[in-house]
């Protein structure tokens, strides 16, 4: 019984929350009738009326907390509730951006913490715990580049971004007025080397490369590609989405990347929310350093006292990318993640994602095409090939794994994979949950095969059956009115 | 927080793989960059051990709450139901991920259709996004749309705009080849005189902030008969997004897009973020707005049902082509101002934004009348108005705080043409003891500079 | 997909909590092997293991956050989540008992206004605030009704309890030593005064009475029956479950009872918490005082402040009922709601929570039998007597109503109604809800003249089917091993 | 928090029901008894008014985390794992009630047989009810049932159960026929030679606390011998629950039931309450058992499923013949203890039970050592145990008190024959520093008093 709109359960005139009365007199001399409004169409509900409607909404959701959860390429891992616990003291959500230094030493302190171990984990020099979300991190390192190049008085006008990248390094590169220039993928799932070469030149202003790439592969030339574009003086970025795999194995940095960020709320535990809020922290090297957006937090002695300030003495930054200082609540899960793990936690982190995507990859190579047979990292991609044979379809399997009590993998991304499955456990899941989702997989094979019908019908266990998306795209209803 | 393998599962996973160590996996990055060493950390905490250092922390921060505060600049604070993070913080909402898979994610999806909906009503607009970082980006993503529209580039912003977001749009603007003209300011208020004289056929877009960061409301019907005469689109910013409990929204004046902050609705100050933006827009534009849209549609049987769609826009389809980068965005808080704006509901909002406004005038005519502030203009406001401070305001602030009261925002760190102006912000938290208490500590540390200066 | 035991996602070695490390050194000398124990056979799982579990059979449930429920004589209300809120401040959770008077005054504060206010709210002197639930409450009350009477030398043995009794009055009795008599009700569902009249004797210690009573219906000789029990020197006991509807209305007190219990997670929105914990203080007239448990919290001036302390100077009293001083987190739920309420809003809560039930009792009289047919109080007794006759019993009623999104009413009970569905809606739904429970009553007395065996199969749309009773009666099966 | 209707409804419904105002549906009530006049109570609160008058309550109160504390004595502070708040505190376990509808009640249902089953293994009996309002009554019904099981009412208690136990099953057995007899403690253990003297046929069974009041652990399988031989039931008591996760537990004892308090196992110490009982007893009683019980049978369709049963013994049921009137329980903190005992489980129980034993031990002799405090008994112990100070113990608990430490409990309030003597509690929230530092502060408020008196 999927639940009715807020606004079909408002009745005039009820009431949902009490504020304490008015303790002064009122301003006679209001509003005039051009200023004030008439109508206020908003619905009329009491608490309980609310509190079960978002319950009950909330139910109808998959989710960590619910479901094995293995979409790739967002490592949707475990969230500890101790960090929801540490964000909500009062100590931090009820700061304001603007109160005196000396009121808020603890808040920046955390930052500062943040910003160094950052940069101890991805190798870099200097973090900016601004951007909001990765996409929002990418924009920060590129305009950064592209402040950089100005300030060099060059002139470059491209970016190099894979075909297998994500599709916001296109789109972000377009948003900073960069010439977008695709690298096709070469046999191993790659940087074809050639292309590359042959797409670079001095109008090249940066490579934009996830490493582990989107198909959870690690680029084994990356050195030689690092090589290869400093070498025409363009500058490496990497999109740390996929820093998982890697955490305390290796770092961006010593592979030659110059500009990095990461997603807090991948990696670092950060809850999703259903969408966001996240935080994509961004770290340079050295000589990127005076582009970065301000504030940056700083450290000094004040009267033998340890200080934290928060620094935006640089005359060349690319200027500010969001009010305040970022997602800080945020900033305090990632940090509390961290500490909670330390160097080894870190590394184990790594490994074990690695360990359960391979394990799932070698289970279901079988059943699936795996257009990469190789060692994967944190994730891999499968293909609906065979099944499409069939008449089912990537999204059919997707749809199916409902009725499996699994959240489905992502589909149809990375692009140059046919009917993708992009498969990424995460290591905070036992080998009993991937042994269960393997075994889902198979039989939904089986089933592709000899009753196809039934998984291109699914889901049938969800509250609602499977959406009209053409329906909701010709006729656009995104308010209700 | 500990991993779910146990050394025997661990070593028969391996061989599953046909290896005898983890670090085989690794083997096809560049041995020389593979990490000799422990990666230099702190070492590794217990959840108890965490909770005592992260409540050290947030001992050595002066929360709000313990103190008086009449500090706004574009953050604000309201009573935030505790419905909210009660029913924000369920693992099904926190721990669930954009609803690409729509049948597992209905939740998610008819909360945020909701928040859609609610944000329009409130702003008097027709579609909304399914929310943006904060209200600086939603701003500035409404300008490249406005250039978008209008196929200009050039827009006029007022300086009454929130300096932060003037900021941002500014940074954004580096991308793009958006270029920006300051609209300057008379008695607090965009000079509309000025305006019609800058407007030119490079003009892509003019954005006002009203309320404006001084708290004056502008006048938006003029700027948009301005633009209507121009075919430009007018962009409203919105700071305080309660304040059109009562003020006639921007969708009846003739704003085309309303980009805001949502911070306002049941979000937390929390030192800046996370808070929550979005953009708003007359029907004609959906198709240009950035970001997530979720719309209703039928499922197979013919029920009602929501799913992401117009995801043609997005980048994950349209890659380089695409209105905006934007992925992941506020969602969460976006459904913590859908929860606010239900709960409080018409009669709520309506008197959470009287509140403010009665409250604020009256610390406004009192503080007139009983300190030897000054109020700085004379346009009408919401909640909150800059004064003038006989001192440096650097100064008052200072000794304010030591008598435990946060006066106000110094207004001369972003206008050094206003040195000694402070922006003070009256909300219903304050209290009519708050304000008179302000009046008098004000006295006594005015009296007493007056004094060290003879 | 029902969640598998907890017994059965265990993986040995696993661990889900992690401790500071140890940091004083080993006692060496340590247990012996009489002392230590072999093995612990508790399950080993993850955290992420641990929360899906919990989180998934929290959905299985039906609560006052999804879903209306109407279970008479239970008083679910909403329960305002600022109370979990308030109760959740350090300063109270993080009390120790034993804590030194000076560091919680605030506790003791809370609990002497409490105290107070309840004493007003019922028309008593003086109140308990020790015992845990109702039934304790109970039990508290008539052992100081028997410390009265051996301090006085009086021997009675009886308690009198009517027919229409909630089952712990009687079982309460027995537990204090006393002959239970039950006393028939007449044809209004009040009292048989002639009965009560005959019952009664200088060997009756005490008349349990609620009312209003368990049909919902406010026995209107209460004056005559309180004048009965006096006169025979007998103590009348008010079983203040259901107090709701009276609240501001009128008071126990006034009406002459001596004793009284009120259930703090009834009418005080304490929520349930799946079966508990409650909070049943209870309260006196001044001549019972010397009697109550120990401590009372009071107040003195302490050199010119106020300063709160537990008193146990009562050396009458019955002693402790239970360890330390009552669920003290639930005293800060209850005193918030009084608070929240005021004396209009308490008053509002009465004639609503009356006003609904009356509503409902309208509505469905004409399709289930109404044995009382009187105006009622906060809830209304039905009987499945018409749908009998077509094989359909209240409990299939019951398992029915699952179907239609609503938890069930109270079902046979009290006793003395054949086929009992006891509804009481509360004043916290709205309309809209009535109507639509209405509705669902309706359509089901149709179904079960149409189709009685659909309502006997239900429900259909639970995570199980109707459970087999009797085979877990037979062959008790209550631990895992 | 306002009710739904609003005045327009509650004239429909009125008219529905053919009144004309809300106060004729009180006509039944004898109108001298109607109140005529307002309750007088305190105005009413809006949320935010009764946030900062709890806050400011709260404040009144000094927390044991911002402190140091030795406090035990029944109550115990351990980590508590930070989901379990996090779960509990969901709108589905929390608002629910009493599960009688099984089908709807799956949750409630299968968390509680979870529970039981816990318990059971964790005290090393086969079946426990649905948890009982604290420890003390436990024990307290545990002497009825008894009393029930061998027929007999006189039942001998160990002075070293914990003091407010004893006070309250002497309450408890005014209602009953029970009678009360105390053994006597030697050298802080109950003196088995004066069991052995002291049983008689009219013996109903014995009562021992282990670990005891004064945390020495008892020699329970001395006293399963004895009552074996005289066919009684041997009843333990429970008041740290977590010592079982390295003590031989009683049920591997001989115990026969096992009443226990839960508070140590995932709840706050709450001022004393919500804390959570239990009772857990050997399969051949379960029918002897009082309050709910949940157990594990089959649906309709065969699969498995939960249910409240044997509810025969119950007083809804059973009435003035029930084994005991408990309606009401503590189920969501039963929920809790399985949360912790799941999330701790095998290993995590094992190593906090561990780290108390270690400190406490390390404490013991780091005291008897550097200060003036000298250990009371000779018996084994686990995180607990009583000191003799050289002083009035009241006198040193306040000057402790003023460096910031909770020194124990004053053992003299219950047992006068202990004067100057304090119960210590280490557990693995406290640290060596905290150790150390209780060493150097008593030897200060030692000294200190040497000194003045002389
Ligand atoms: C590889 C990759 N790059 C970039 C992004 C963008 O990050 P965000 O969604 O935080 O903007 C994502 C995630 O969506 C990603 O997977
Ligand atoms: C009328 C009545 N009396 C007594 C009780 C017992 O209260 P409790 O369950 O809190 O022990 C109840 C509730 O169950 C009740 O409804």
Same mark, same amino acid.
């Given at each position: 019984m999927p639940e009715p709109l807020i606004f079909e359960k408002s009745s005039p005139e009820r009431k949902g929350y009490l504020f304490p009365s008015l303790d002064v007199p009122i301003f006679e001399n209001s509003l005039s009738s051009e200023a004030a409004r008439e109508d206020l169409p908003l619905p009329e509900l009491s608490e309980l009326d609310v509190v079960r409607h978002f319950t009950r909404l909330s139910q109808e959701n998959f989710s960590i907390d619910t479901h094995f959860y293995p979409l790739g390429s967002c490592t949707m891992k475990y969230n500890p509730k101790i960090h929801d616990e540490l964000a909500s003291l009062s100590g931090f959500s009820d700061l304001h951006p603007f109160q005196p230094e000396d009121q808020v030493q603890g808040a920046l302190e955390i930052m500062f913490q943040l910003q160094n171990l950052l940069a101890e984990i991805t190798g870099m020099d200097s973090i900016s715990l601004e951007p909001a979300a990765g996409a929002h991190g990418e924009f920060t390192g590129l305009l950064m580049v592209q402040a950089y190049f100005k300030d060099k008085k060059e002139s470059r006008r491209q970016v190099l971004v894979p075909d297998s990248s994500h599709g916001t390094n296109p789109a972000t590169a377009a948003m900073a007025g960069y010439e977008v220039v695709q690298i096709p993928s070469n046999s191993r799932g790659g940087v074809e080397l050639e292309s590359l070469k042959q797409s670079l030149s001095e109008n090249v202003a940066a490579l934009m490369l996830t490493n582990p790439n989107t198909l959870g592969l690690f680029d084994e030339n990356i050195l030689e590609i690092t090589r290869l574009v400093h070498e025409k003086g363009g500058i490496?970025?990497?999109?740390?989405?996929?820093?998982?795999?890697?955490?305390?194995?290796?770092?961006?940095?010593?592979?030659?990347?110059?500009?990095?960020?990461v997603n807090l709320h991948k990696t670092f535990t950060i809850p999703h929310g259903g969408g966001g809020p996240g935080a994509g922290p961004v770290g340079v090297k050295k000589f990127l350093e005076p582009y970065l957006p301000v504030p940056i937090v700083k450290k000094k002695k004040n009267s033998g006292q340890e200080w934290y300030y928060l620094d935006d003495h640089y005359p060349k930054s690319i200027g500010k990318i969001k009010a305040y200082y970022g997602n800080f609540l945020h900033l305090v899960r990632g940090l509390a993640y961290i500490l909670s793990q330390g160097a080894e936690g870190l590394k184990r982190i790594a490994e074990l994602s690695v360990l359960n995507a391979n394990y799932m990859k070698e289970a279901l190579k079988k059943y699936y095409d795996l257009?990469?047979?190789?060692?994967?990292?944190?994730?891999?991609?499968?293909?609906?090939?065979k099944q499409k044979a069939y008449g089912v379809k990537a999204s059919d399997i997707a749809k199916r794994l409902l009725d499996y009590g699994f959240h489905p993998p992502t589909i149809y991304f990375p692009l140059i994979v046919e009917e993708a499955l992009m498969i990424e456990p995460t290591e905070t899941e036992s080998r009993e949950m991937l042994d269960k989702f393997i075994r889902a997989m198979i039989q939904i094979a089986e089933e592709a095969e000899k009753n196809p019908s039934l998984v291109k019908g699914a889901p049938y266990t969800t509250p609602i059956s499977r959406v009209d998306e053409v329906l909701a795209a010709r006729k656009p209803n995104l308010c209700w009115c | 927080m500990i991993l779910p393998h146990t050394e025997s599962e661990i070593k028969e996973m391996l061989s599953a793989l046909g290896? &005898?160590? @983890?670090?085989?996996?690794? %083997?096809?990055?560049?041995?020389?960059?593979?990490?000799?060493?422990?990666?230099?950390?702190?070492?590794k905490m217990s959840e108890a051990e965490l909770?005592?250092?992260?409540?050290?922390?947030?001992?050595?921060?002066?929360?709000?709450?313990?103190?008086? &505060?009449? @500090?706004?600049?574009?953050? %604000?604070?309201?009573?935030?139901?505790?419905?909210?993070?009660?029913?924000?913080?369920r693992g099904e909402f926190a721990t669930a991920y954009t609803p690409y898979q729509a049948e597992a994610s209905q939740g998610t999806l008819q909360a945020i259709y909701e928040y859609q909906s609610l944000i329009c009503k409130l702003v008097g607009m027709e579609a909304a996004n399914a929310s943006h970082y904060d209200g600086a980006t939603a701003l500035a993503e409404a300008g490249f749309m406005a250039a978008d529209i209008s196929q200009k580039n050039e827009i006029l912003i007022s300086r009454g705009v929130h300096p932060h977001y003037r900021q941002v749009i500014q940074t954004y603007s580096k991308g793009g080849e958006i270029s920006l003209m300051e609209l300057p300011l008379i008695e607090g208020e965009t000079a509309i005189q000025e305006a019609e004289k800058m407007v030119s056929p490079k003009t892509a877009g003019i954005i006002l902030q009203s309320p404006n960061f001084f708290g004056c409301l502008e006048n938006i019907l003029a700027f948009s008969e301005l633009c209507r005469k121009n075919k430009i689109p007018l962009i409203i910013s919105v700071n305080e997004p309660l304040a059109y409990g009562i003020l006639k929204p921007p969708g009846e004046l003739g704003a085309d897009i309303v980009a805001g902050e949502g911070q306002s609705l049941g979000i937390p100050t929390s030192f800046g973020g996370p808070h929550v933006g979005f953009i708003a827009v007359k029907q004609q534009h959906i198709r240009k707005l950035p970001g997530r849209l979720v719309g209703m549609t039928l499922d197979k049987s013919g029920k009602p049902a929501f799913t992401l769609t117009l995801q043609a826009r997005e980048q994950h389809i349209r890659r380089e082509k695409a209105s905006s980068n934007i992925c992941t965005n506020q969602s969460l808080c976006a459904v913590a101002n859908a929860i606010y704006l239900s709960v409080l509901g018409k009669q709520g909002v309506q008197e959470a934004a009287w509140q403010c406004y009665h409250k604020a005038h009256y610390a406004f005519h009192e503080w007139e009348k009983e300190t030897g502030l000054t109020p700085l203009f004379k346009a009408k406001f919401f909640h909150e108005f800059a004064m003038q401070i006989p001192i440096q305001s650097e100064k008052f602030l200072k000794e304010m705080k030591k008598h435990g009261i946060l006066a106000g925002y110094p207004i001369e760190i972003d206008y050094p043409e206003f040195p000694g102006g402070i922006l003070l912000t009256i909300t219903e938290v304050n209290t009519k003891e708050e304000i008179l208490d302000f009046s008098k500590k004000a006295q006594k540390v005015l009296d007493l500079q007056k004094c060290l200066n003879h």
């Open positions: 490496l970025y990497y999109d740390g989405a996929n820093l998982n795999p890697i955490l305390g194995i290796a770092r961006p940095g010593d592979f030659g990347f110059d500009v990095v960020h257009p990469y047979d190789r060692m994967c990292q944190h994730e891999f991609v499968l293909s609906a090939k | 290896l &005898s160590s @983890l670090e085989e996996m690794f %083997y096809d990055i560049p041995e020389k960059t593979r990490l000799k060493r422990p990666l230099n950390l702190p070492p909770r005592k250092q992260f409540k050290q922390l947030a001992g050595k921060n002066h929360p709000l709450s313990d103190q008086i &505060s009449f @500090l706004g600049a574009g953050v %604000y604070r309201h009573h935030i139901p505790a419905i909210i993070p009660a029913l924000i913080s």
